[in-house]
């Protein structure tokens, strides 16, 4: 049973218009990184919508920093994906040859009565600074990257 379509868009006649996702893990994957990428009030009608994970990635790294992405992150999943469960939250910190900011978020997606293996998504910064990588660590066509602009 198809439940959302994917992005980026693509045409399937199969499903109808455009190629759907038929698994809630794909629909999870999609949402979580839907939230991440998009900033706080960035979405009209819902101010309150996103984490604007792309500002955080190449901040510098502080505790506060920290504090504050693991209560965005758990917020947002709690409040947006309710069928997700979040399990953790861990950070990979930046040094010279790394000057971005890794945050892996680790989470169960919960289907009716049974809970999915546990899954992780990976988010770093590419070195332009214009591109947030995300990487899941299922197969690899539930891996994806996301651009935008800077």
Same mark, same amino acid.
């Given at each position: 049973?198809?439940?959302?379509?994917?992005?980026?868009?693509?045409?399937?006649?199969?499903?109808?218009?455009?190629? *759907?996702?038929?698994?809630?893990?794909? !629909?999870?994957?999609? =949402?979580?990184?839907?939230? *991440?990428?998009? =900033?706080?009030?960035? #979405?009209?009608?819902?101010? =309150?919508?996103? +984490?604007?994970?792309?500002?955080?990635?190449?901040? /510098?790294?502080?505790?506060? @920093?920290?504090?504050?992405? #693991?209560?965005?992150?758990?917020? /947002?999943?709690? #409040?947006?994906?309710?069928? !997700? #469960? @979040?399990?953790?939250?861990?950070?990979?910190?930046?040094?010279?040859?790394?000057?971005?900011?890794?945050?892996?978020?680790?989470? !169960?997606?919960?289907?009716?009565?049974?809970?999915?293996?546990? /899954?992780? +998504?990976? +988010?770093?910064?590419?070195?332009?600074?214009?591109?947030?990588?995300?990487?899941?660590?299922?197969?690899?066509?539930?891996?994806? *990257?996301?651009?935008?602009?800077?």
């Amino acid at each position: 049973m198809p439940y959302s379509p994917l992005t980026p868009l693509s045409t399937d006649y199969v499903h109808g218009k455009y190629t *759907a996702s038929e698994r809630m893990k794909q !629909v999870a994957f999609q =949402n979580l990184k839907t939230i *991440a990428l998009t =900033n706080p009030g960035e #979405r009209h009608g819902n101010r =309150n919508f996103g +984490i604007g994970i792309k500002n955080k990635l190449f901040a /510098q790294d502080t505790p506060a @920093l920290r504090t504050d992405l #693991r209560a965005r992150i758990a917020n /947002q999943i709690a #409040r947006y994906c309710p069928y !997700v #469960r @979040l399990l953790s939250v861990h950070f990979s910190p930046q040094n010279d040859a790394v000057p971005t900011l890794s945050i892996g978020i680790r989470y !169960v997606v919960l289907a009716g009565a049974c809970a999915s293996e546990d /899954q992780e +998504i990976t +988010i770093t910064g590419d070195e332009d600074g214009g591109t947030a990588v995300f990487s899941c660590d299922e197969t690899s066509d539930s891996t994806e *990257a996301a651009s935008g602009p800077s």
